[in-house]
């Protein structure tokens, strides 16, 4: 099985292309340090033992009265940035692959169905569809977060599930039309095969792959939009780690010359989303037969 995988030419395409290298990099290396936050951070930011004020807004340790463990200097409330921006990459990572697990089921199984059967079920499937999508994602999570009582992380990947799952089922609806179409599904039709079977085995293996790119795309989509609604203060809660919420905080200190309290976790944000957009242009230009490459 590896030996295969190391001689397929999607391998192969995928080493020569050193902005998907660049991108891979990027993702896993904050992917490993989102989950190992707990082993690599030199503190806990939120565990109110380890945190003092007396390291109030500490510059970065290269600078005159930066001190160590703070590499990247410290917050108002003594946390260094280091260590929060490892714990909101982590928060980032399980919003994003939270609301890709809920939405893309939901949007898979409604897009299958839609472009299985047709008729009435697809009407009604796409017009709901049509409903949703006519309304802001940022603004309907910002509604749905404001009629919750208690945020929490599946509140919040709940709110970008509402409107999120439209892309998936519309994706996927396009792609059963055109593959329920092939041979093979009908051959497979004419010996009998059930629905359930059809759709398990036949269809969706084979309408599946552009659900992949969608969800590299969304991935960082859903990131930004987790960072935004923190930003604006109806994210995730207080007692949890974010990198909007530390850009939030830090925008009124940066007149006072307190730079690293925005710098450092804007451009954790901006690698991250860097890196899955670099991957997902590669992935696209793979999985979409129209595009010619060019070596």
């Given at each position: 099985?590896?030996?295969?995988?190391?001689?397929?030419?999607?391998?192969?395409?995928?080493?020569?292309?050193?902005?998907?290298?660049?991108?891979?990099?990027?993702l896993v290396v904050s992917i490993v340090a989102a989950l190992c936050?707990?082993?690599?951070?030199?503190?806990?930011?939120?565990?109110?033992?380890?945190?003092?004020?007396?390291?109030?807004?500490?510059?970065?340790?290269?600078?005159?009265?930066?001190?160590?463990?703070?590499?990247?200097?410290?917050?108002?409330?003594?946390?260094?940035?280091?260590?929060?921006i490892l714990y909101g990459c982590r928060t980032s990572l399980i919003?994003?692959?939270?609301?890709?697990?809920?939405?893309?089921?939901?949007?898979?199984?409604?897009?299958?169905?839609?472009?299985?059967?047709?008729?009435?079920?697809?009407?009604?499937?796409?017009?709901?569809?049509?409903?949703?999508?006519?309304?802001?994602?940022?603004?309907?999570?910002?509604?749905?977060?404001?009629?919750?009582?208690?945020?929490?992380?599946?509140?919040?990947?709940i709110a970008i599930c509402i409107a999120d799952w439209v892309r998936?089922?519309?994706?996927?609806?396009?792609?059963?039309?055109?593959?329920?179409?092939?041979?093979?599904?009908?051959?497979?039709?004419?010996?009998?095969?059930?629905?359930?079977?059809?759709?398990?085995?036949?269809?969706?293996?084979?309408?599946?792959?552009?659900?992949?790119?969608?969800?590299?795309?969304?991935?960082?989509?859903?990131?930004?939009?987790?960072?935004?609604?923190?930003?604006?203060?109806?994210?995730?809660?207080?007692?949890?780690?974010?990198?909007?919420?530390?850009?939030?905080?830090?925008?009124?200190?940066?007149?006072?010359?307190?730079?690293?309290?925005?710098?450092?976790?804007?451009?954790?944000?901006?690698?991250?989303?860097?890196?899955?957009?670099?991957?997902?242009?590669?992935?696209?230009?793979?999985?979409?037969?129209?595009?010619?490459?060019?070596?």
């Amino acid at each position: 099985m590896s030996k295969q995988l190391f001689k397929s030419r999607l391998f192969h395409d995928f080493i020569r292309d050193p902005s998907a290298l660049v991108g891979s990099v990027i993702l896993v290396v904050s992917i490993v340090a989102a989950l190992c936050a707990p082993l690599i951070a030199p503190q806990n930011p939120y565990d109110l033992e380890k945190v003092s004020l007396e390291f109030f807004l500490t510059p970065p340790i290269w600078m005159e009265g930066g001190v160590h463990p703070f590499i990247l200097g410290t917050d108002d409330q003594g946390r260094g940035i280091l260590s929060t921006i490892l714990y909101g990459c982590r928060t980032s990572l399980i919003v994003g692959f939270g609301v890709l697990l809920i939405a893309g089921s939901f949007g898979v199984a409604t897009g299958l169905l839609a472009g299985y059967y047709g008729g009435k079920l697809d009407i009604v499937i796409m017009r709901l569809a049509d409903t949703f999508f006519s309304f802001s994602t940022t603004l309907m999570a910002m509604l749905m977060l404001g009629l919750f009582k208690q945020r929490s992380l599946m509140v919040v990947i709940i709110a970008i599930c509402i409107a999120d799952w439209v892309r998936y089922s519309r994706t996927m609806r396009g792609s059963v039309l055109e593959v329920k179409e092939e041979v093979y599904i009908m051959a497979a039709k004419a010996t009998g095969a059930g629905d359930l079977r059809l759709l398990l085995r036949h269809l969706m293996p084979n309408a599946i792959p552009p659900i992949f790119v969608v969800m590299a795309v969304d991935l960082a989509v859903v990131i930004m939009l987790e960072a935004t609604l923190s930003f604006l203060g109806v994210g995730v809660p207080l007692t949890e780690p974010s990198l909007g919420m530390m850009i939030s905080i830090g925008k009124d200190y940066i007149y006072a010359g307190m730079w690293w309290m925005v710098v450092f976790p804007g451009l954790a944000l901006v690698l991250l989303v860097l890196g899955i957009n670099l991957f997902a242009d590669w992935l696209r230009e793979e999985l979409n037969p129209k595009i010619v490459k060019e070596h």
